[in-house]
């Protein structure tokens, strides 16, 4: 076997293996697959060439027009979907390009097996190497996958420049592995373009280079675990553009050198170590560095954005991403590191300091920071500085000018340590109107581009922006303390309020035990009462030591009838003489599913409510209980005789801690509402002064225990 032909025999195994490895990280993910179906293409395209430099059959070169065939399609399809959070839309959205890169490939492989692209000539390159005439057809080739790379590196471009900074360390030497063969791949086929030949020769360089290429590959696949990795990928034209202006410079200099070889100004020779050599390597390490290198990114952006631009920043899209990236923080937990970030990322710099003022300590103190502070720093509100930046409506930023300026120079002196320590450049106050609640500081610019006065002016409204997140960020925190506050009010007022029950039924039974002590009847209905209010205490207890956010019931179904009887003999309105207590039931014998504690105590509430209501010497309550077939409802009924309602009261009946009685919580009927809404039912309330009051309440037939 020739030496020269090893290069090809180690390229082909080389990405037959990467092949497998790609392919078997994941069998149905589409980014695997494509890329994977590219890398077999290449293998394929490296066997057909070792076998040609062994063989110089001319059916070797049909075999690697099939493997070039195979990477277009399948590449373009990884470049739009790799390391993307929305890769399906990308390929939805660029499937007629990609349909008809598959259809051109299985075009120009017809052509290649008819043999229309490529003639053998008798030709041979240093004794050794065939070459071959392209036809017209294989010029259209050579476009078309010119075309097609461009196509796939300003699809990995965008995927690079739109990606953090932690993303683009991940996924930088496989760009560069890509980005590196497709540029020598693009100097073969302008090559080949312009002398409208193929040397075998030129292969033997081109595995050798994509080993070299594939190194790069391996090394982020292996040591970063790629194809697990998402970024959004932005829409700025004319940054992302900026590899077709790479691309197309190279292409316009192939163009130039053709010419002047063609017109005799330069000898074949100095062309062929112009480009081959210093142009390619050149070209190569220019892509290198600027895949490699912020600061040139970051000085390209601002090159286009002087000369192209009359504003440094696109505002707009500016505002939409910060808006966006912010607006969904609800804690100042998520919400600071995401104004870090952002700030960053907008103004291009390592350094961001966030000051808010701390209630405790009446300071400004360092909350967020996007680099480790050497100490903690904190800000008097009785500083110059601060005073500064309240009375003034638009306060200077720079700190430079705080230090050259004779006005705010003992800003400065003031802040001198705080401001050398942290490297501040800017600094701006987090205010709405008159509300100041904090600065936001930020260092160099990663360029050491000096600051202008677009970037003083976008730094005060993003501290607008920024306050206005930070309140709405605080006032959701004291909404969910207020919010868990009242809940606990609310518990504790229901407790208080069953508690204000059991100690009347004690009441009752000290008022009555010097007459009826002796009674062994009364003693016992008296230890009864007692065990039954030591139970209702334990209960309250249990449950004020864990207050719920909402009121958890307990269903199980419950008998009605014995239920009502249970409920009269704890109801100390069963032993007022002076009330007479009629129970209807339409049906006897009925369950239905309730939590029996905290419905008893509903009834309970309603009757002592009526029979306080009863000022008359006699009065009756009539208690109901009904089930109703037609809508699958219960209706319980609490109706008395008594002194009745007045319309004002009945506005403001169910209303927390506003009672209609002189003596009375506000939280009796409340409590009743709210356990009957968490049991899906509702309460009605029918009063008439003078006449009497019912209580209605409607719950749902319910005899299978549902979710709760």
Request: aromatic share 12%; hydrophobic share 45%.
């Amino acid at each position: 076997m020739p030496v020269y032909a090893l290069p090809s025999l180690l390229s082909w195994i080389f990405f037959l293996g990467l092949g497998v490895f790609v392919l078997t990280r994941n069998l149905k993910h589409t980014i695997n697959l494509s890329f994977s179906v590219g890398i077999f293409g290449m293998a394929i395209f490296e066997c057909s060439l070792f076998f040609l430099l062994l063989t110089k059959n001319f059916l070797w070169t049909k075999m690697a027009l099939f493997g070039a065939c195979l990477i277009p399609g399948s590449i373009a399809i990884f470049s739009l979907s790799f390391s993307r959070e929305a890769y399906q839309a990308s390929v939805r959205q660029w499937k007629w390009v990609i349909g008809a890169i598959f259809g051109f490939s299985l075009w120009f492989l017809y052509l290649g097996f008819s043999g229309a692209l490529l003639t053998k000539t008798s030709q041979m390159s240093f004794s050794h190497f065939e070459v071959y005439k392209i036809q017209q057809p294989g010029i259209y080739f050579l476009i078309f996958q010119i075309l097609c790379l461009l196509f796939i590196l300003h699809n990995l471009e965008n995927t690079y420049r739109s990606a953090s900074q932690d993303v683009r360390w991940k996924i930088k030497y496989l760009i560069l592995g890509i980005f590196s063969a497709s540029f020598f791949h693009l100097f073969l086929i302008g090559f080949m373009l312009l002398y409208r030949i193929v040397r075998v020769e030129y292969f033997v360089a081109e595995a050798i280079i994509m080993i070299i290429s594939g190194m790069f590959i391996v090394f982020s696949l292996v040591r970063h675990r790629l194809m697990d990795t998402d970024v959004f990928v932005s829409r700025q034209v004319v940054y992302n553009s900026f590899v077709l202006f790479i691309a197309g410079t190279y292409l316009i200099t192939i163009a130039l050198i053709g010419y002047l070889v063609k017109y005799h100004f330069i000898q074949q020779g100095v062309t062929q170590f112009l480009v081959a050599e210093v142009f390619m390597y050149v070209a190569l390490i220019g892509m290198s560095v600027l895949l490699l290198s912020e600061e040139i990114r970051r000085r390209i952006e601002l090159y286009i954005s002087k000369h192209f631009y009359k504003h440094k920043y696109e505002y707009d899209e500016v505002w939409i991403a910060f808006t966006r990236q912010i607006g969904s923080m609800v804690s100042l937990d998520d919400l600071l590191p995401q104004l870090c970030q952002s700030i960053q990322e907008i103004v291009n710099t390592d350094r961001v300091f966030i000051f808010l003022h701390d209630d405790a300590s009446h300071r400004l103190v360092l909350r967020e920071s996007s680099i480790v502070s050497p100490k903690p720093f904190a800000i008097s509100m009785e500083s110059e500085l601060i005073h500064y930046f309240r009375k003034t409506l638009t306060p200077c930023v720079d700190v430079n000018l705080f230090k050259t300026s004779e006005t705010l120079h003992a800003l400065y002196s003031e802040q001198q340590e705080l401001f050398e320590t942290l490297e501040i450049f800017l600094c701006a106050p987090l205010r709405i109107k008159d509300h100041f609640i904090g600065i936001i500081a930020i260092g160099a610019e990663r360029t050491n581009e000096p600051y202008s006065h677009e970037d003083y002016d976008l730094l005060h409204t993003i501290g607008i922006q920024a306050a206005s997140a930070i309140l709405n960020a605080n006032l959701t925190e004291n909404l969910s303390q207020a919010r868990s506050l009242e809940t606990f009010h609310k518990f504790a007022a229901f407790i208080l309020h069953d508690l204000k029950n059991a100690v009347q039924n004690l009441s009752f039974v000290v008022q009555n035990a010097p007459d009826y002590l002796d009674e062994p009847e009364f003693r016992q209905d008296a230890i009864k009462t007692i065990a039954d209010t030591v139970t209702r205490m334990n209960t309250m207890i249990t449950r004020l030591s864990s207050v719920p956010e909402k009121l958890e019931l307990h269903l199980t179904e419950v008998a009605i009838e014995p239920f009502i009887q249970d409920t009269l003999k704890k109801s100390k309105v069963s032993k007022m003489n002076q009330i007479k207590i009629q129970v209807e039931l339409a049906e006897p014998v009925f369950s239905t599913l309730l939590d029996y504690h905290y419905f008893q105590s509903v009834l309970i509430n309603l009757l002592s409510n009526a029979a306080e209501s009863i000022t008359a010497d006699h009065g009756t309550i009539v208690l109901r209980a009904a089930r109703r077939d037609v809508d699958q409802t219960v209706e319980f009924s609490v109706s008395d005789n008594g002194s009745g309602i007045s319309q004002d009261q009945l506005m403001t009946l169910f209303t927390p801690f506003k009672s209609t009685k002189a003596k009375g919580l506000g939280i009796g009927l409340y409590q009743c509402k709210t356990i009957v809404e968490a049991h899906k039912g509702k309460i009605y309330v029918e009063s008439e002064e003078g006449q009497g009051t019912t209580f209605r309440i409607e719950l749902p037939l319910m005899q299978q225990n549902p979710l709760v």
